[in-house]
């Protein structure tokens, strides 16, 4: 459908193409980015330190320090997981070797974690899972509104263009010369084209909760790293990784650190790593 209006005036402005679905779009893009956003990006590195009140040794091993202790009935010891980690919930993995002649349970609650001297939550295994879990539901739903809401305003202004267009002249009469201005409004209805551009979009909505529920599944990976509880024959040794829940100050101070007490076969060793900014 196509409706045609003409006005005169006495100047006027060109008009660029207005598509009303096209504010709406670019605020659905600003706050899909800020869902996704990761927020601060300081780098940190942990430095181990070696407590000089107890049997530590420290060895490198590509540039990752790692500390141990080790005595008649067992042997510990603990590095951070990875060279550089994001600011909060830093990973560390823990081992334990259980030289005793009977066997040794040992999980999380086998270890406390201290950030600044106070007591830091140790992520669980089905805890991890869980909120794993919880933020691919969400982060789909936030995509999908803010999908529907996309193609709804890219189907809008797909299918509702307006042109304007100015004109000028001058013409002769017997009373002389004089001058006109105007303008044409032509306002087009073009559905065929609204439902291309929604299509459009909501096809890129559903590659985006493809890419979360693949996102998930790699984190859920990675979680079965987290230290479970296992008993620990004889002779033999388990390690797993423990990430530090809601922890820690996204800005860095001077002389922070992550404090590990670990408890096994009635002893406790205590592991201490500096917490450092990289610098760019």
């Known amino acids: 459908m196509v409706t045609l209006h003409s006005a005169l ?19 659905c893009v600003v706050v899909a980015f800020a869902v996704f956003a990761t927020g601060c990006t300081t780098t940190i590195t942990y430095t181990p330190r070696v407590n000089k009140d107890a049997p530590q040794t420290l060895k490198y091993t590509d540039g990752v320090g790692v500390l141990s202790e080790k005595d008649e009935t067992r042997e510990v010891f603990a590095y951070p997981r990875f060279k550089a980690q994001q600011p ?26 201290y950030f600044r001297g106070a007591p830091v939550q140790i992520y669980t295994y089905n805890e991890r899972v869980a909120e794993i879990q919880s933020e691919k539901q969400a982060k789909q739903v936030a995509l999908a509104i803010l999908g529907g809401l996309a193609a709804g305003a890219a189907a809008y202004g797909a299918s509702r263009q307006t042109y304007r267009s100015n004109y000028s002249g001058y013409v002769a009469g017997r009373r002389g010369v004089s001058s006109f ?34 996102n998930a599944q790699n984190q859920e990976q ?50 201490e790593f500096v917490r450092t900014p990289v610098r760019r």
Request: hydrophobic letters at 40%.
């Open 222 to 271: 990675s979680a079965n790293a987290i230290l479970q509880l296992n008993t620990v024959e004889p002779l033999q040794m388990v390690t797993g990784d423990l990430i530090l829940k809601n922890c820690c100050d996204p800005y860095p101070s001077p002389n922070d650190v992550i404090r590990l007490e670990v408890t096994a076969s009635d002893k406790t060793s205590v592991f």
């Open 181 to 214: 201005a105007g303008s044409n409004t032509v306002r087009v209805y073009d559905p065929v084209s609204g439902i291309l551009a929604g299509a459009a979009v909501g096809g890129a909505t559903v590659l985006g909760i493809r890419q979360i529920e693949y």
């Open 9 to 27: 005036q006495h100047s006027g402005e060109p008009h660029v193409p207005a598509a009303r679905g096209t504010a709406a779009s670019k605020i």
């Open 88 to 113: 909060t919930e830093p990973t560390f993995t823990i081992g334990y070797a259980n030289n005793t002649a009977g066997a040794v349970d040992f999980s999380t609650d086998n270890v406390k974690a």
